[in-house]
């Protein structure tokens, strides 16, 4: 009890100090802080920011060759049994889904309605994509090879759904990655 009272007393000595020095200064708390009114806000600096931001934000279809990209890797490297490395791309590929689900959790067709693709992306991490995350941690190959496989209907399915059925997914035959070795064991 006594301790907290020490402690109390000094905190208010130090806050009493540092209200002191700014009053002797001449420095004193902004008008609007004193009132508790809010800053005036710069709407034209603001609406100038939000555009710039806009213009820079990578488009879907960028965010989502990422996830081709990750996606392809991760298939080689669970053919080669490099499961820290199959991991590591199943991760990849799930945050940068994620990130688009970040950018815009909804997208329109071409016919103009609205798909929540963060709907689709839940059904999916909580089925195609545990299935394939278990098999990497399981090192078990044959469920690896049938988990990416309906991982991709999955991927497909959200494809049609958005109004893009000419976006067909297959298993990879060329490894996107040519720096990266698969293998397991260190070169």
């Known amino acids: 009890m006594l301790k907290s009272l020490m402690v109390f007393l000094c905190g208010a000595l130090i806050g009493g100090l540092i209200v002191w020095r700014l009053a002797a200064s001449g420095q004193t708390p902004a008008k609007d802080q004193v009132k508790g009114e809010t800053p005036k806000i710069d709407l034209t600096a603001l609406n100038n920011d939000v555009a710039r931001l806009k213009s820079i934000t990578p488009s879907n279809s960028h965010i989502m060759e990422d996830v081709s990209f990750h996606y392809s890797n991760l298939w080689f490297a669970g053919q080669k049994k490099n499961w820290p490395l199959a991991m590591f791309y199943y991760n990849e ?68 759904s958005a109004g893009r059925p000419y976006l067909r997914l297959g298993v990879p035959t060329v490894a996107p990655q040519s720096i990266v070795s698969y293998n397991p064991e260190a070169n």
Request: glycine share 6%; proline share 3%.
């Open 93 to 160: 590929t799930r945050n940068h889904i994620r990130w688009l689900l970040q950018k815009n959790p909804t997208t329109k067709t071409p016919e103009g309605e609205v798909v929540n693709l963060q709907g689709i992306f839940d059904g999916l991490d909580t089925s195609s994509l545990a299935m394939l995350k278990k098999s990497i941690e399981d090192k078990r190959i044959d469920e690896f090879t049938s988990a990416y496989k309906l991982m991709l209907d999955g991927c497909y399915s959200c494809h049609k």
